[in-house]
């Protein structure tokens, strides 16, 4: 089946550190991935995402390159700050009807100053 | 405004009650979706509806029904309520019937049952 394996957390890292968060995948057929950010107290918001194998998808620092060989979308920011603090999730979903987003189970990450 | 709303946000209620959450999005799509978040953030499709249609109706207790008046609005109602079901429940829209569509999710219902 479809699925989503992210890194267990919590990660804790100090402001200005380099920050990755592994995402693979498992899929049958050609998945568009995603990271969604869930703040605390707040809803899911969409961060990036990639459509197609080599794409990167990038935003507000954060970035992540579709590796259709690894089957990986790992999530990297180059200087984390205290307000990236919270629960990254990736995923992923097919371009067909009646698809929904499938999840993985979260990572949540930690800035301390 | 918010583009995805849902009412209520905050909801504790007693085992074997009916309750329903009501979700409204102001973006023109056509698709919404109800999701479920558990007590570990794990978030799971319940529910999807395209212009007024079951699309997506994945291995939930027959208790949760979804209903959808128009294309706007995608309400959730629960019969005889289990401890098990207090979890946060997201609603969201996109438009389109593609799963690669960006997804728009509300802030979440965060229902506790006593």
Request: charged fraction near 20%; hydrophobic fraction near 30%.
């Amino acid at each position: 089946g479809n699925s989503v394996t992210q890194m267990e957390g919590p990660v804790t890292l100090s402001e200005e550190a380099f920050l990755t968060i592994n995402c693979t995948y498992t899929a049958t057929g050609y998945p568009s991935l995603f990271w969604y950010v869930q703040y605390p107290g707040e809803g899911l918001q969409l961060l990036l995402k990639a459509t197609k194998a080599d794409d990167k998808g990038s935003n507000k620092g954060f970035e992540a390159t579709y590796r259709k060989e690894t089957t990986s979308f790992h999530l990297e920011k180059g200087s984390v700050q205290v307000s990236d603090s919270a629960v990254y999730f990736c995923a992923l979903t097919f371009n067909q009807a009646g698809t929904a987003l499938i999840f993985g189970k979260g990572t949540t990450l930690s800035v301390s100053s | 405004d918010t583009a995805v709303s849902q009412t209520p946000k905050y909801l504790v209620t007693q085992m074997g009650n009916d309750k329903s959450i009501k979700c409204e999005q102001n973006l023109g799509h056509d698709t919404m979706y109800w999701y479920k978040q558990d007590s570990k953030k794990f978030l799971k499709i319940m529910f999807s509806y395209n212009n007024k249609e079951l699309i997506i109706n994945e291995t939930v207790p027959n208790r949760f029904s979804p209903k959808s008046p128009d294309k706007a609005h995608l309400n959730l109602h629960i019969n005889s309520l289990e401890l098990g079901d207090s979890a946060v429940y997201f609603c969201a829209s996109s438009q389109g019937r593609s799963g690669r569509n960006t997804i728009y999710f509300g802030e979440g219902s965060w229902l506790t049952v006593v």
